[in-house]
Structure formats: structure tokens, C-alpha cells
Nanobody
Framework: QVHLVESGGGLVQAGGSLRLSCSVSGTMFSSNTMGWYRQARGKERELVADITSGGSTNYADSVKGRFTVSRDNFKNTVYLQMNSLKSEDTAVYYC?????????WGQGTQVTVSS
């Protein structure tokens, strides 16, 4: 069974940084596109960034230049480096693994940015 476990969330002041990690077990994910989504209270879940198996990346306009997604296929882990955090980045962040048959989701990690 495939499991995705996010870590690295927490409370940070505006302007600070956090690095989220998503560890994937139960499968090798090197051939999968991986993504990060977030959901703020009262809002819909939105794509933050994703990264293909070849390393191509895509970012939401709201995080371009501040966030960086990367992956380590040997460690079966995908990362989200978040810099210059703003209060509007406060949300639960979810990791997702895309497959031809659907998607696997993690349980999420809370990121809270205080202003």
C-alpha cells in the first residue's frame, strides 16, 4: 500500500522559511509527477507546485520566486522549500503522487505564518 507522509510544517513569522518534505513508501515514485497542494480554511484546495519525473516544475503564480519544489528519487522524497513566507501562505499543505489510475494523497501538514 502506498503511503505519503508530509513533515516540516509549523509556525513561522512572516518573511521566514520552511522546508516541507513528503516521504513516499510502498512504491518507487521516480516515474511519477509529484505535487504540492494547499488548502486554507474556508477555501478550496489549490495547486502550489508540481514536478515531473524529469524534473520539470510548475508553480502557482502566488508562489513563483518564493517556493521551490524538488525531488530525491533515491530517497523517495519530494520537497517544498518555502521562502519569504506571507500570512496568506497559511494553510494545510498536501503532497500528491499522480498515477495513470488516480492520485495518492498525504494527510497534510499545517503551515501557519504569523504577521
Amino acid at each position: 500500500q502506498v503511503h505519503l507522509v508530509e513533515s516540516g510544517g509549523g509556525l513561522v513569522q512572516a518573511g521566514g522559511s520552511l522546508r516541507l518534505s513528503c516521504s513516499v513508501s510502498g512504491t518507487m515514485f521516480s516515474s511519477n509527477t509529484m505535487g504540492w497542494y494547499r488548502q486554507a480554511r474556508g477555501k478550496e484546495r489549490e495547486l502550489v507546485a508540481d514536478i515531473t519525473s524529469g524534473g520539470s516544475t510548475n508553480y502557482a503564480d502566488s508562489v513563483k520566486g518564493r517556493f521551490t519544489v524538488s525531488r530525491d528519487n533515491f530517497k523517495n522524497t519530494v520537497y517544498l522549500q518555502m521562502n519569504s513566507l506571507k500570512s496568506e501562505d497559511t494553510a494545510v499543505y498536501y503532497c500528491v503522487r499522480y498515477t495513470p489510475y488516480g492520485a495518492n494523497w498525504g494527510q497534510g501538514t499545517q503551515v501557519t505564518v504569523s504577521s
